[in-house]
């Protein structure tokens, strides 16, 4: 079964903090994981993908595979980045799975 | 490129009516997946669609439920007979091919009263 654990509902950081955003996930194979972000009153967006190995608007992400983990993280939040997180995994097929998502709130 | 569009935006129906809910994809794509996601939850997969053609319903009821990608025109999530578990906002993504990007739409709220 493929599954994608959030395990923080919300996240709360002060601007100039490092942030990061936990994802854990369960599949037997090789996975392709995602980031994808929601600002308010906006679609969802593709954030970064690990197989692109790319920083997207100061964020990274590794794909740990011992720990089945796949954290976002920035060394500083900015107020901007307040929005929905979530993690997905694409596992054999095209689908993807979401995690629940993190609400990301970064104070001034 | 105006995005994947989704309308109506919001959909208010009665117990018992019909939801049809559009999706017109990006700019030549031509692959479809539509997405549910029911209040504090993630989105879940329902359908994936090619031209013409469903490619995976895994995640589709088994009733009530159906969608389509004609050769011309949007694709359709249609709900038969709405009930209140119905209510959840469904999304629409898009991609060019198969395990590409998948770009979404803004969704459209459905709500059964």
């Known amino acids: 079964a493929q599954r994608v654990t959030q395990p923080e509902k919300l996240l709360s950081v002060f601007k100039g903090a490092p942030v990061e955003l936990k994802c854990n996930y369960s599949?037997?194979?090789?996975?392709?994981l995602f980031w994808y972000v929601q600002y308010s009153r906006q679609r969802l967006q593709l954030l970064l993908r690990h197989i692109s190995r790319e920083s997207i608007k100061g964020f990274t992400a590794d794909l740990n595979k011992g720990e089945t983990s796949f954290h976002l993280k920035k060394p500083f939040a900015q107020e901007e980045d307040s929005a929905m997180y979530y993690c997905?995994?694409?596992?054999?097929?095209?689908?993807?799975?979401f995690g629940k998502g993190t609400k990301l709130t970064v104070n001034p | 490129n105006a995005g994947v569009m989704q309308n109506p935006r919001h959909l208010v129906r009665r117990r018992g009516q019909e939801a049809r809910l559009r999706c017109s994809p990006m700019k030549g794509h031509s692959h479809v997946y539509w997405y549910r996601q029911l209040p504090e939850e993630g989105l879940k997969f329902m359908v994936y669609?090619?031209?013409?053609?469903?490619?995976?319903e895994s995640g589709m009821p088994k009733e009530r439920f159906s969608a389509e990608f004609p050769k011309e025109g949007p694709s359709i999530l249609r709900i038969q007979q709405v009930v209140r578990g119905d209510s959840a906002a469904y999304f629409c993504?898009?991609?060019?091919?198969?395990?590409?990007?998948?770009?979404f739409g803004p969704g459209t709220r459905l709500l059964v009263l």
């Open positions: 997905a995994l694409r596992g054999g097929s095209e689908k993807l799975v």
């Open positions: 599949y037997s194979g090789s996975p392709e």
């Open positions: 993504a898009s991609s060019l091919d198969r395990r590409e990007t998948q770009y």
């Open positions: 669609l090619q031209k013409e053609n469903i490619i995976d």
